[in-house]
């Protein structure tokens, strides 16, 4: 990226090893597992654990019973599982046993909601320190320049972009203005690479006048809501001045805006504001592009009345009334007729109620960043700090959270593709170019990544085989 400069199964050895043996970390106040007694669920989980750690699903299979215990109230047997799962998977070890550790600390976080669960949390946490990977993603802000390397580092981001931005490029030709409305979780690291190749392409024409409208998520009291905010304290007012400082240096005129907006309510401000400017503007040959990039998961998924009918005393309840803010957001993008939009997003789904069923999903998926991690982050390099915190946070979010407070509600293309089908969109594929640069970007990381087509041409980055993150593309019906 070209912004000041450059923006840019193994698991743990057997229980029986010497080493192993000399890692035993009881907790004080915690029962052994030697004095867990007659129990039979204990006992099984106990005998399972002690012989099978080279299986993978060991880990799993103890984070299940763990978490069981702690939603059934039963603090006897989760202090036996934490207890193994604090001497098996310590948070520097490997990728497997660090990803455990993830999900320990934030089955820790859950407990300490949870009834009788609370004292044996504040043992746990007293000796465990649960809170280190939070305070380092809160405590260190990055500046522009290190947040687009931190982005660089991996495809897990630049494959949207260079996707997206491919499609886009194709989708504007010929437009005299070309308004983006850039809904993303990385604060713009996308868009100096999309103005260098608008005006790459234009060096025999006049670029195109490129308005770019981003959304400031805050809520009503000005609180931002999770996730932590990334960037250091500069404003979105001083980073659109770097933004079109940068547009200029290319010869291609920017106008850059912000409107306060909150994914809590689908983005409603974000909606109503472009609805003006399409009255404004609907005179204007202008393309109007909606970049969804990693932000739209934040939009919950639940169901429920809309608000015009929660406040209206003759409402009878009526289930087919039900909708999401997810579905909401959707249906309103599709009333402002857009040029296209992109969507790009995590493939997983981290959206079931049960916690069971949503930790056996994220510990399915979220073994990928920490396998990726070996290959390009040294161990004890900051940067690896700050990008294991940022998959602690996922972690205890998903698992130690409910509610609002809940906001990783990722889905798997499956369910987006449905969601953009019922609001009236139609899928477009990706061009050649599109497949092209994002094999080169690639080329440029580890030989495990990967890059597949799926039905209607959508494009799905995966890591030794395994689905990663999808991009779409889409036009109005």
Partial sequence: MQ?????????????NSKNQLHRTRPWPGLLLPASAGPKTTTTTVMTTTFTSFGDANCMEQLLVHCANAIESNDATLAQQILWVLNNTAPPDGDSNQRLTSGFLRALIARAARNGSCKMLAAVAASNYDINIAPQILHTHRFSIIELASFVDLTPWHRF???????????????YSVVHIVDLSSTHCMQIPTLIDAIANRSVDALPPLVKLTVAHVVEEDGQVPPPPRMLDDISYEELGLKLVSFARSRNVALKFQVVRSSYKDGFSSLIDHLRVQKLLFKENSEALVINCHMMLHYISEEAQLPTALIHDP???????????????????????????????????????????ARLRSAFNYLWIPYDTMETFLPKGSKQ?????????????????QEGEQRVERVEPKGRWVQRMR???????????????EVKAMLDEHAAGWGLKKEEEDHLVLTWKGHNVVFATAWLPC
């Fill in 314 to 356: 003759n409402n009878l309840f009526d289930p087919s009334a039900l909708i999401s803010h997810r579905t909401m957001f959707l249906k309103a993008l599709r009333g402002l007729d857009p040029t296209v939009v992109v969507l790009v997003e995590e493939d997983a789904d981290l959206t079931a109620s049960d916690l069971v």
């Fill in 3 to 15: 912004f000041t400069e450059t923006l840019a199964p193994q698991f743990l050895t057997s229980m």
């Fill in 384 to 400: 690896r700090e700050w990008y294991e915190a940022d998959i602690f946070w996922k972690i205890e979010n998903v698992i130690a």
């Fill in 422 to 436: 019922s609001a009236s969109f139609r899928g477009i594929g990706f061009g050649e170019e599109a497949v092209t």
């Fill in 160 to 174: 949207g972009f260079t996707a997206a931005n491919a499609t886009i490029l194709e989708a504007v030709e010929g």
